[in-house]
């Protein structure tokens, strides 16, 4: 009787980690992936911090890690590749689901061989010029952050010059992320903002 063969010849992973033109090492499509599916996992290690912990909050503030809707903090394991290493890109082919233990979708099909990228969606306080960036997008940003300013949080409501400049600079980063299917990230503008603002009436009190 022929043994059963133990190992498959070749691997069948869906996508490949290789060192990436954008940055560091990225993840790559090995085959076709459609909108909708599911292309890696997030971490297929990783650890998970409870959210509400002093741990969870200090790691929930560093760029790895991942805020699960299932109210954990996601902490990769970085000895085991995952969807965590997907580069940035200003006009991304996958997008980041948290629900679960997290995973990267397909947004727009990806061909094999094609870096996937995802889109971080980073909000800063009083630091535009923290997250420089260059992709392969004819309209890359130059920077992935959207930053907000306590000037910002002082007059986004108001009637001065300060409250019209960041309205219509919200308004156009609103239309892009519209554009590029990341309109979530308008969310954690709306709660970074409360929260800036919060911090500054506790400031005066
Ligand atoms: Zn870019």
């Not at 689901?97 to 980073?122: A, K, M, N």
Request: glycine share 6%.
């Amino acid at each position: 009787m022929p043994k059963a063969r133990s190992q498959p010849r070749f691997s069948l992973a869906p996508v490949l980690f290789k060192d990436s033109a954008i940055e560091g090492r990225g993840v790559f499509a090995r085959r076709r992936f459609e909108p909708g599916d599911v292309v890696v996992p997030y971490a297929p290690a990783q650890r998970r911090l409870e959210l509400g912990s002093a741990e969870a909050d200090a790691a929930a503030e560093t760029k790895l890690t991942l805020v699960s809707e299932s109210a954990w903090v996601i902490v990769p394991d970085t000895s085991v590749p995952g969807g965590w290493l997907c580069n940035h890109s200003c006009r991304p082919n996958a997008a980041i689901y948290s629900d679960g233990e997290g995973q990267i979708r397909c947004l727009r099909p990806i061909h094999p061989g094609e870096e996937v990228t995802i889109f971080y969606g980073w909000v800063t306080f009083n630091d535009p010029e923290r997250d420089p960036w260059r992709c392969a997008s004819p309209r890359c940003r130059g920077y992935i952050n959207f930053d907000l300013t306590d000037d910002d949080a002082r007059h986004c409501e108001d009637d001065t010059a300060l409250g019209h400049a960041f309205r219509a600079r919200f308004q156009d980063y609103a239309d892009y992320l519209v554009d590029i299917q990341q309109e979530q990230v308008l969310d954690v503008i709306a709660s970074r903002l409360g929260q800036l603002r919060a911090q500054l009436a506790a400031s005066r009190a």
